[in-house]
């Protein structure tokens, strides 16, 4: 009797307890099995709500996979979210060759930029992704590499600063650094196609408005936070309006400190960093070789003249390639001749940070 009594608890207790719990946790979470030959053409995976998805373009895996998707929480998070959380897991027996897209849902109306954020569990970090926004179909969209974390969205705010001669804005990627107080610096950022683009922008399109009604006297630095990897760097471009342009400025870097630089005159504009081609930062080593404007490079061939920027001081030069090097262990971009090294710096620092620019 107690046995059967026994039993019948159980039962009840999975009925009105652990069923409910599985259910629960069942109908927040969405899982599907693609056959290699579905995810080799490109395949869709979407939250049971539709506001978030994970895309895999074409050849991103050859093999079959599994992706499961569910809503989840986290105990605290970077920034204000805007939406749900939810995490992710692609199981599969190989790396993705490509990046693939994640992408959240938004109902707000605002054009302020929109961040999707990737829990990082290997580094226990958030990582704000590059994100591009679909304004009309209130779409977010990132790309990563990362087969499992969590995701969550953040919308920047305008930001406006009384009398003062710094201002940066709400997300901390963007600031403006001025020679002197001026009633009020408005700062907003935008990360949707407002502009034809035809190099890869990757910064959001930063405004700011210092309220004057003429060109400065003085120049004021735009600082941006970015990371340069590869020797890949970005170029500050503003819109010129009149012309229906981005327009280059003269950009510089501080790449300990992860630090982009450029300057402007402009009291009013909207800004952003692009990648143009042929343009590298890094570390520059010297050697004594002819004592001529010319460098060694890996890169490019004998006889191709190359335009130099010290990141620091902005000294430029143009020289000529005439040898081969520095090798790719070194982790140096270019090697140049003493001559050439001495005129941004001394032969003692050893080496120094240059930007390097194919002259076409």
Same mark, same amino acid.
């Given at each position: ?20 719990? @599985?259910?629960? $946790?069942? #109908? ?13 053409? !490109? +395949? ?58 994640? +992408? ?57 600063? $009384?009398?003062?001669?710094? #201002? ?7 600031? =403006? ?12 950022? @935008? ?9 890869? &922008?990757?910064?959001? =399109? ?6 004057? %009604?003429?060109? $400065? ?26 012309? *229906? ?9 501080? $790449? ?12 009013? +504009?909207? *800004? +952003? ?17 002819? %004592?001529?404007?010319?460098? #060694?490079? &890996? ?48 032969? !003692?620092? !050893? ?10």
């Amino acid at each position: 009797m107690k046995r059967r009594l026994t039993i019948y608890s159980l039962i009840l207790i999975a009925i009105f307890f652990i069923i409910p719990i @599985y259910s629960s $946790l069942a #109908a927040d979470e969405y899982s599907k099995y693609f056959y290699a030959e579905d995810i080799a053409n !490109g +395949a869709y995976l979407g939250s049971l709500d539709d506001q978030f998805h994970i895309s895999f373009p074409k050849n991103t895996y050859d093999k079959g996979l599994s992706v499961y998707i569910n809503e989840s929480s986290v105990e605290s998070m970077p920034v204000l979210n805007i939406g749900k959380v939810y995490s992710y897991y692609i199981l599969s027996s190989q790396k993705p060759a490509s990046e693939f897209e994640l +992408a959240l849902r938004f109902e707000s109306e605002s054009i302020q930029s929109k961040h999707i954020w990737l829990y990082d569990y290997k580094k226990n970090i958030w990582e704000r992704l590059y994100t591009r926004v679909d304004q009309p179909g209130h779409l977010a969209i990132a790309s990563t590499d990362m087969y499992y974390g969590k995701v969550i969205l953040s919308e920047n705010m305008p930001v406006s600063i $009384l009398e003062s001669d710094f #201002a940066t804005s709400s997300d901390n990627e963007f600031s =403006i650094n001025l020679n002197e107080i001026v009633d009020i610096i408005d700062i907003e950022s @935008y990360n949707m196609n407002m502009y034809s683009e035809t190099l890869e &922008r990757v910064s959001s =399109i930063y405004q700011y408005d210092l309220h004057l %009604d003429k060109v $400065l006297d003085k120049p004021i630095q735009l600082v941006f936070n970015y990371e340069v990897k590869d020797w890949i760097m970005p170029t500050v471009y503003y819109w010129d309006k009149s012309k *229906v342009l981005w327009k280059e400025l003269i950009t510089t870097a501080d $790449l300990d400190n992860n630090k982009i630089y450029a300057s402007t005159v402009l009291p009013y +504009a909207r *800004v +952003a960093m692009f990648i143009k081609p042929d343009v590298w930062a890094g570390e520059a080593s010297w050697y004594r070789y002819k %004592d001529c404007d010319c460098a #060694a490079s &890996r890169d490019y061939p004998k006889g191709t003249e190359l335009k130099l920027t010290h990141l620091s001081t902005g000294i430029t030069e143009v020289i000529k390639v005439n040898d081969y090097g520095p090798e790719l262990w070194t982790h140096r971009i270019i090697d140049l001749d003493a001559t050439v090294f001495e005129k941004f710096i001394t032969l !003692g620092a !050893g080496v120094t940070d240059l930007r390097v620019e194919l002259i076409k």
